[in-house]
């Protein structure tokens, strides 16, 4: 047997003496945790004191014919895709935003 092949062999071995079922930490869902622009435009719009900042800065982004396109993907994603339409002085003004709401 190879070495490569042994340390593969040796692998499988280990995995399988894993215990089969660890519990996984709890990770706190995104509506526990406080909006930022690190959410994707989806969840930000579905939280209600997010989608109304997302609304002040691009009106209309919630009714948006293309969301379900750009719904999974970050403000910064999009910006390069967006031909113009949102800026990072935009995203920098959500941010601002987004930071002032209350801690609920």
Same mark, same amino acid.
């Given at each position: 047997?190879? /070495?490569?092949?042994?340390?593969?062999?040796?692998?499988?071995?280990?995995?399988?003496?894993?215990?089969?079922?660890?519990?996984? @930490?709890?990770?706190? *869902?995104?509506?526990?945790? /406080?909006?930022?622009?690190?959410?994707?435009? %989806? !969840?930000?719009?579905?939280?209600? +004191? *997010?989608?109304?900042?997302?609304? /002040? $800065?691009?009106? %209309?982004?919630?009714? $948006?014919?293309?969301?379900?396109?750009?719904?999974?993907?970050?403000?910064?994603?999009?910006? @390069?895709? *967006?031909?113009? !339409?949102?800026?990072? !002085?935009?995203?920098?003004?959500?941010?601002?935003?987004? +930071?002032?709401?209350?801690?609920?």
């Amino acid at each position: 047997m190879t /070495k490569i092949a042994a340390a593969f062999a040796a692998v499988a071995l280990l995995a399988g003496a894993a215990p089969a079922a660890q519990a996984l @930490p709890a990770v706190p *869902s995104v509506q526990d945790a /406080k909006p930022n622009i690190g959410w994707t435009i %989806g !969840e930000l719009l579905e939280n209600e +004191k *997010s989608a109304a900042v997302l609304e /002040k $800065h691009v009106p %209309g982004i919630s009714d $948006h014919p293309a969301r379900p396109q750009f719904e999974g993907m970050t403000l910064e994603q999009v910006v @390069p895709l *967006s031909n113009g !339409e949102l800026t990072q !002085e935009m995203i920098d003004a959500i941010d601002a935003d987004l +930071k002032a709401l209350p801690a609920d």
